[in-house]
């Protein structure tokens, strides 16, 4: 019980982190003739091969929910980047100087970074539609990475993602 419940709180706490995402598609693409997808053979994710099978399975699970099918004569392609970059740190400490006498006044002031930054991951996810070979919808997800996180906890991460990033596909036009 004891188990659970620290598996529970650690899932909570990382679910808790914000998850940012931004979007763009193409306005004139007429997204209901996409019914089956595939990926990239050629994908360069950035990813550890452990995560990006983490991560097409919570994409597969996600799409086949939405009634897309995984195909091997698809409608269009899904390419995966990703890159990880470390925030600069938040909190400062400062320092100063000061003096005064007769008229005359000086000072020195120094902030100095306290700890690190928060290690955060960028996936850019991109359908391209196969037969022009030209991009239709994008989502850019950016969110706190804990690179020494369990296999159940980057699982969970990684489903949250896929669940913000195309929790708005098909675009409301």
């Known amino acids: 019980m004891k188990f659970f419940k620290i598996i529970l709180l650690a899932t909570i ?14 306005k004139n693409t007429n997204f209901t003739k996409y019914k089956s997808y595939n990926y990239f053979s050629d994908m360069e994710t950035g990813l550890s091969d452990l995560d990006v099978k983490r991560l097409l399975n919570a994409i597969d699970l996600n799409m086949k929910a939405k009634g897309l ?22 909190n400062t400490v400062g320092v100063g100087l000061g003096g ?13 970074p306290v700890g ?38 980057r699982e969970n991460r990684l489903k949250a993602i896929v669940e913000k990033v195309l929790g708005q596909y098909p675009p409301k036009q």
């Open 13 to 26: 706490i990382t679910s808790c982190a914000p998850i940012r995402v931004s979007y763009d598609f193409d």
């Open 69 to 90: 099918d995984l195909s091997e004569a698809p409608d269009f392609f899904i390419d995966i980047k990703s890159s990880a970059y470390q925030e600069a740190p938040r």
């Open 116 to 153: 690190q930054g928060n290690l955060n991951r960028r996936i850019i996810i991109d359908f391209v539609d196969k037969s022009g070979m030209t991009l239709f919808w994008q989502a850019v997800s950016e969110a706190s990475f804990n690179p020494n996180a369990t296999p159940e906890e």
């Open 100 to 112: 005064t006498g007769r008229h005359v006044g000086g000072g020195i002031s120094i902030g100095v």
